[in-house]
T-cell receptor, first 113, second 110 residues
Framework: NAGVTQTPKFQVLKTGQSMTLQCAQD?????MSWYRQDPGMGLRLIHY???????DQGEVPNGYNVSRSTTEDFPLRLLSAAPSQTSVYFC????????????FGEGSRLTVL | GNSVTQMEGPVTLSEEAFLTINCTYT??????LFWYVQYPGEGLQLLLK?????DKGSNKGFEATYRKETTSFHLEKGSVQVSDSAVYFC?????????FGAGTTVTVRA
């Protein structure tokens, strides 16, 4: 039972480098989203998608890009990493927008030096 | 906009003690309310939910009631176990967005 799979689990970047966090789900969920988790701040929504070809911004979208070319995949791109983007990132999906249960990946810990 | 405020932790309890974590929210319209739990090194899992006023969500001995008049969704458990040690997040869903509280770390000692 794969569920939501995130890669990589750990990554260290230098300021200015770019990278992509991968997220894939095998539950045929229409809704997918990316959150970042920082101490004392809970989870904050970065971007979300309600279906293939449709994306929208969340609470903290600056510095991040997303695309949704297939139902299964929802990659998160950092074009020019900054130390403020050091965080733990979670991908989550749901069959019925977020009014149903959100299924989370195990997280990706990113450190930007 | 939407926001969730939950009780700050950390909370440390002895086994079989009563647990309550306060959660209040601000939202337009009629949001759905959730409690998620995060065990060490894992992603979040749904613990319980309520989709309309006066609904009670329950799971694994935990309960929370959607109180529209006080805009609250407090989490309770009558007798905690060591295995309940985790971070608990209150959340609300509105307009395709899920907003989380800051999280409350709960540690249960044997």
């Amino acid at each position: 039972n794969a569920g939501v799979t995130q890669t990589p689990k750990f990554q260290v970047l230098k300021t200015g480098q770019s990278m992509t966090l991968q997220c894939a789900q095998d539950m045929n969920h229409e809704y997918m989203s990316w959150y970042r988790q920082d101490p004392g701040m809970g989870l904050r929504l970065i971007h979300y998608s309600v279906g293939a070809g449709i994306t929208d911004q969340g609470e903290v979208p600056n510095g991040y890009n997303v695309s949704r070319s297939t139902t299964e995949d929802f990659p998160l791109r950092l074009l020019s990493a900054a130390p403020s983007q050091t965080s733990v990132y979670f991908c989550a999906s749901s069959s019925i927008a977020p009014t149903g249960e959100l299924f989370f990946g195990e997280g990706s810990r990113l450190t930007v030096l | 906009g939407n926001s969730v405020t939950q009780m700050e932790g950390p909370v440390t309890l002895s086994e079989e003690a009563f647990l309550t974590i306060n959660c209040t929210y601000t939202a337009t319209g009629y949001p759905s309310l959730f409690w998620y739990v995060q065990y060490p090194g894992e992603g979040l899992q749904l613990l319980l939910k309520a989709t309309k006023a006066d609904d009670k969500g329950s799971n694994k001995g935990f309960e929370a009631t959607y109180r529209k008049e006080t805009t609250s969704f407090h989490l309770e458990k009558g007798s905690v176990q060591v295995s309940d040690s985790a971070v608990y997040f209150c959340a609300l869903s509105n307009d395709y967005k899920l907003s989380f509280g800051a999280g409350t770390t709960v540690t249960v000692r044997a």
